[in-house]
C-alpha cells in the first residue's frame, strides 16, 4: 500500500525543511537520526555521571554526621586536614583519642565539638 502523501517537515537534529511521506517522520536521513540518537545518549551518560557523583558527595557526610564514634579518616573529613594532621593532634593530646589495636583509632564525636567551645 502506496502513500503519495507529502508533509513539509523540520528536521529535529539539523532543523532543516524536507518532505516526508509519513506524519511521524522526525529527522530528515537517516544520519541526522543516528546523530540525534548519540547525542540523547550521550547526555543520558552524562546526567546519570552527575547523579552518581552527587549522592556519593551527600552519602558520604551524611553517614559521618549521624556517628557518635568516628575514626581517624572521617575526623580528618569532617575538619578538612590531613589524617596525619588529626594523629599529629592525638599525639599532642589536643584530640582525645583511643587505640583499639593496629588502625583501630577511635574518637568521640563530642571531643572534636569540645575542641571548637
Avoid: P, W
Wanted: proline share 0%; charged share 35%.
Amino acid at each position: 500500500m502506496a502513500t503519495k502523501i507529502e508533509v513539509t517537515r523540520i528536521c529535529e537534529y539539523c532543523g532543516e525543511e524536507f518532505k516526508a511521506k509519513t506524519t511521524v517522520t522526525r529527522y530528515c536521513s537517516h544520519r541526522c537520526n543516528q546523530r540525534a540518537y548519540k547525542k540523547k545518549e550521550r547526555e543520558k551518560k552524562i546526567l546519570l555521571s552527575n547523579m552518581e557523583t552527587e549522592r556519593v558527595k551527600s552519602g558520604s557526610n551524611a553517614s559521618i554526621k549521624d556517628k557518635d564514634i568516628l575514626n581517624v579518616k572521617e575526623v580528618a573529613s569532617l575538619l578538612q586536614c590531613s589524617v596525619r594532621s588529626v594523629y599529629s593532634q592525638i599525639a599532642k593530646g589536643n584530640i582525645k583519642a583511643i587505640n583499639l589495636g593496629e588502625r583501630l583509632t577511635r574518637i568521640r564525636r563530642s571531643d572534636i565539638e569540645d575542641l571548637f567551645e
